[in-house]
């Protein structure tokens, strides 16, 4: 669960008094007013570590800001005093004292109630390597003893129990990616390219029966992200459009969720968007859509693509067996500061599986990644070789890992995702499986 403004200022705080943590989250970069808090804490504290009281000037403009905000809300606060029984007050207290006297100037949101997901065991259940795993889904009607998914541009099977991997044979494609289970488990559709076309295809369990479902009219056309209706009648699918765009080469335009009936018939386009997936009633889809800036949103609409509405920042949408949760992955940004280094900004990129609960719009996070050890003593080697600057510096980084591709067992508490580990080695890919609690 995202920490409110004022969890996130005593976190700073303890971080402050901590000599043993180096580096420390700065918090949402555009939030100013949280920015002026962690600056007044830090005021406080080289003021305690200088053994010396705030200067007159300091504490007149606290004094007065206490005074606006309790006269503009009636407040029956006492007021405030920096020393208590000729002491002064531990950091923490003088800042959490002081700091909450102006906390509603700063639009503070009260606490969020508890959430009614939660993780309560993540383990790996297979260890790629070097290749990365993508479209991973468990098969229906196997509970989670089965998992496909597909890696190196083929299609693969996996047997949970005693890890055995098995592949399907490419038969004249030059790939196969992206597949997905029809409801019973009897067929599976998937994005493939061969004699010069990417479309759409489904084929037995077993590997027979192939069947061409989508045929793009052009090599500038590709089809995608097939995902089948409940009633196994339907699929999804996103198209993507490919054209040559000089001095710059090739640009991807228009991305659009159409539908198709699983014998080849009926194809339709939907809405604007991509990465589409049917509600488990049939009744809504929901899908991604790219805004102008480059943000992704997941957003949702009936089954014939009206009443469309956005929902939240992310991609990746997956839905629970039963309607309740939508799993997505969701982008983060964070600067994060070192206490040697105040002129180094490390601005480090993560990717989160979250869970959207469509009955009260409640977001959780599932895996929230974080700044590796590894790459702290990296940077840190970097700060040490660089010349020293007046000007902030910036340095670009990962998390410890990226996690993507979320989808749900039919149990409803369990979730399948990929994870790409960032190993002094290179990336390492692994199929993680979460277990929840869900109230």
Do not use: C
């Given at each position: 669960m995202a920490l409110n403004k004022e969890e996130m200022l005593s976190d700073y705080i303890d971080w402050l008094n901590d000599e043993r943590q180096d580096i420390h989250p700065m918090g949402i970069t555009a939030d100013k007013d949280l920015e002026k808090m962690f600056e007044t804490a830090e005021m406080i504290h080289s003021m305690e570590l200088e053994q010396s009281e705030p200067s007159q000037a300091f504490m007149d403009r606290v004094s007065k800001r206490i005074r606006e905000e309790e006269a503009a809300q009636k407040s029956k606060k006492k007021s405030f005093s920096w020393k208590t029984a000729g002491k002064w007050l531990p950091l923490g207290a003088a800042a959490v004292v002081a700091l909450s006297l102006l906390w509603n100037a700063f639009g503070a949101t009260p606490p969020a109630g508890a959430s009614d997901i939660s993780v309560v065991e993540i383990k790996t259940i297979a260890d790629l390597r070097e290749s990365a795993a993508l479209a991973p889904s468990y098969r229906p009607g196997m509970g989670r003893e089965e998992v496909i998914y597909s890696k190196d541009?083929?299609?693969?099977?996996?047997?949970?129990?005693?890890?055995?991997?098995?592949?399907?044979?490419?038969?004249?494609?030059?790939?196969?990616?992206?597949?997905?289970?029809?409801?019973?488990?009897?067929?599976?559709?998937?994005?493939?390219?061969?004699?010069?076309?990417?479309g759409i295809w489904i084929m037995n369990a077993d590997g027979t029966v192939l069947q061409q479902v989508t045929d793009p009219p052009s090599n500038e056309e590709f089809?995608?992200?097939?995902?089948?209706?409940?009633?196994?009648?339907?699929?999804?699918?996103?198209?993507?459009?490919?054209?040559?765009?000089?001095?710059?080469?090739?640009?991807?335009?228009?991305?659009?969720?159409?539908?198709?009936?699983?014998?080849?018939?009926?194809?339709?386009?939907?809405?604007?968007?991509?990465?589409?997936?049917?509600?488990?009633?049939?009744?809504?889809?929901?899908?991604?859509?790219?805004?102008?800036?480059?943000?992704?949103?997941?957003?949702?609409?009936?089954?014939?693509?009206?009443?469309?509405?956005?929902?939240?920042?992310?991609?990746?949408?997956s839905w629970s067996p039963d309607g309740r949760f939508i799993a997505f992955v969701q982008k983060r940004e964070e600067n994060l500061k070192l206490k040697d280094a105040p002129s180094a900004i490390i601005q480090a990129t993560y990717r989160d599986v979250m869970a959207l609960d469509t009955t009260n719009g409640q977001i959780t996070t599932l895996t929230k990644n974080e700044f590796s050890k590894r790459q702290l003593k990296e940077v840190k080697k970097q700060v040490e070789n660089q010349t020293p600057s007046t000007s902030p510096i910036k340095y670009m980084v990962s998390g410890k890992f990226d996690d993507g591709m979320p989808t749900w067992a039919k149990d409803g508490k369990h979730i399948l995702l990929t994870r790409n580990e960032n190993t002094e080695e290179g990336s390492h890919f692994r199929l993680i499986e979460l277990t929840l609690t869900i109230k």
């Open positions: 541009d083929q299609i693969w099977r996996l047997q949970t129990e005693n890890g055995e991997k098995t592949v399907f044979p490419l038969n004249n494609f030059q790939y196969m990616h992206d597949p997905a289970w029809s409801p019973d488990g009897k067929r599976l559709a998937f994005a493939g390219y061969k004699n010069g076309k990417e089809h995608e992200h097939p995902n089948w209706s409940p009633d196994g009648e339907t699929l999804l699918f996103s198209k993507l459009g490919e054209k040559i765009v000089e001095p710059h080469g090739a640009k991807v335009v228009g991305n659009e969720v159409w539908k198709v009936n699983a014998d080849g018939s009926g194809l339709k386009k939907i809405t604007q968007g991509g990465s589409p997936v049917w509600s488990p009633l049939g009744d809504k889809i929901a899908f991604t859509r790219t805004s102008a800036e480059g943000e992704t949103f997941i957003w949702l609409a009936d089954s014939d693509g009206s009443n469309a509405e956005k929902l939240t920042e992310g991609s990746e949408p």
